[in-house]
């Protein structure tokens, strides 16, 4: 049976208020900034889209629990994969999270400059100035990191706590002024609402990326088997909480034709609320958001491959460690190559740079749901085993499954590219290796 094998002396330094802090901190970053503007034009039909998403989450979330409860491994998706699938399947799942992880920094270091236009407008306005600032942002946390996974841990607890608060204070704000007309179902028939849903679904389904990454830094969890589930799927519902009320609160304070033509939908909606101050103060939580969530995912884009490489299916320099006990080489490296995705498209402007960043990683971050979601088949505890467990697993495959068609053709036919491009690397790092298969 295949297990995973760790340093014996790897210090245990996440709790279960600093996991569920990754969870929530990386599940929240810029982008429910941005949806309530893209969901304005559904009305009422983006609650019905909002509560498929977050009963689609909770189901991962609960998969994702129970593989962390049974078999915790560091290495989260990667590790469940390759027990249930074997080495193929785990590698490629890993590469292309890993691939995701360094594209997702670029995307939200140059998030974080945008919203600081408000106070820096010549900065943000200028490609040139604004990707230097997103670069200095990327190495100033990459080297937080490189410190330690304690130092890292705090800044998530931190800037988690600072971004809900704007996004609470809109959210329940909104509240106070909450008007029902705005939010009636204007599809004309049913087939009409099942499209629209899918559509809404589609355009929030990647609020819930993230809810996975406790599992990640599983050899640094204390009571993995316990903590880990707990914080993943408070974690979850924490974040989804979040995410309706605040949507709520700014589409019953802005109207509909205003908002789906607003690039700061929160900063309008506190400007209704509290006059320019308070526009200020969410745009600072904006700016406090990509940060946090930043931190989080240059976290996990060390640790993640990390893992694998102790396993033997990554180059070995990313099993290396600093004094500090992190993975500094894999850290760095993923902040090398989020920098020079930076560089190259730096010229489109910032939102142009963020939307052609993002596609790269959204695909590869949800097909590690879909192993996932299969691997509780293979690989849970058979006593445990339940007809609930199987309906659980069986309903989260196929919202999963849906995500991924949602995603576009774009975004799949790129994610398939860069899945196919890991292979050479697989067979060199295993090239003096016999095949062999978990049993």
């Not at 204007?186 to 809810?211: I, K, N, R």
């Not at 990640?216 to 993943?232: H, K």
């Not at 006059?275 to 406090?288: D, N, Y």
């Not at 893992?307 to 070995?316: K, S, T």
């Amino acid at each position: 049976m295949f297990r995973y094998t760790a340093p014996v002396a790897r210090a245990r330094e996440i709790g279960f208020t600093t996991a569920a802090a990754l969870v929530v901190g990386n599940m929240i970053g810029s982008g429910v900034f941005l949806l309530p503007a893209s969901l304005a034009p559904y009305r009422g039909t983006s609650l019905v889209g909002w509560t498929l998403s977050t009963l689609g989450g909770v189901l991962l979330a609960v998969v994702f629990a129970r593989l962390a409860r049974d078999h915790p491994a560091a290495g989260g998706p990667y590790a469940y994969t390759r027990r249930a699938f074997g080495d193929l399947a785990g590698f490629l799942v890993a590469w292309g999270y890993w691939i995701s992880c360094w594209c997702t920094n670029a995307a939200l270091a140059v998030a974080f400059v945008g919203y600081l236009d408000p106070f820096f407008p010549s900065i943000v306005r200028s490609p040139v100035a604004a990707a230097l600032l997103a670069v200095a942002t990327l190495w100033t946390l990459t080297f937080v990191n490189v410190a330690g996974v304690r130092a890292a841990g705090r800044v998530q607890l931190v800037t988690t706590m600072l971004k809900v608060l704007p996004l609470g204070v809109v959210g329940l704000g909104g509240l106070a002024w909450f008007d029902a007309s705005r939010f009636v179902v204007t599809a004309p028939s049913a087939v009409a609402l099942a499209s629209d849903s899918l559509a809404v679904v589609t355009l929030t389904l990647w609020a819930f990326l993230g809810l996975e990454c406790a599992t990640i830094p599983a050899g640094s969890v204390r009571e993995p088997e316990r903590t880990i589930p707990r914080a993943t799927i408070a974690g979850t519902l924490i974040a989804a909480a979040i995410y309706i009320v605040s949507t709520v609160g700014v589409m019953s304070v802005v109207p509909p034709d205003t908002l789906s033509a607003t690039t700061a939908p929160f900063a309008d909606a506190a400007r209704s609320i509290g006059g320019e101050w308070l526009a200020k103060v969410v745009a600072i939580g904006a700016a406090v958001s990509c940060f946090g969530a930043l931190n989080g995912w240059i976290l996990i884009g060390g640790q993640m491959p990390l893992a694998i490489a102790e396993d033997g299916l990554f180059p070995v320099l990313f099993a290396r460690r600093g004094a500090s006990g992190a993975p500094n080489r894999g850290t760095l490296l993923a902040s090398v190559l989020s920098t020079a995705l930076i560089a190259m498209n730096y010229t489109q402007g910032l939102v142009a740079l963020f939307t052609r960043i993002i596609l790269l990683a959204t695909l590869s971050t949800l097909v590690p749901y879909v192993f996932c979601s299969l691997a509780t088949f293979r690989t849970t505890d058979g006593e445990r085993e339940t007809t609930k467990g199987r309906a659980v697993a069986g309903l989260a495959f196929a919202y999963a499954m849906v995500a991924v068609a949602g995603a576009g053709q774009e975004v799949v036919y790129l994610g398939f590219l860069l899945l196919l491009a890991g292979l050479p690397v697989y067979v060199w790092v295993t090239r003096a290796r016999p095949v062999t298969t978990p049993s």
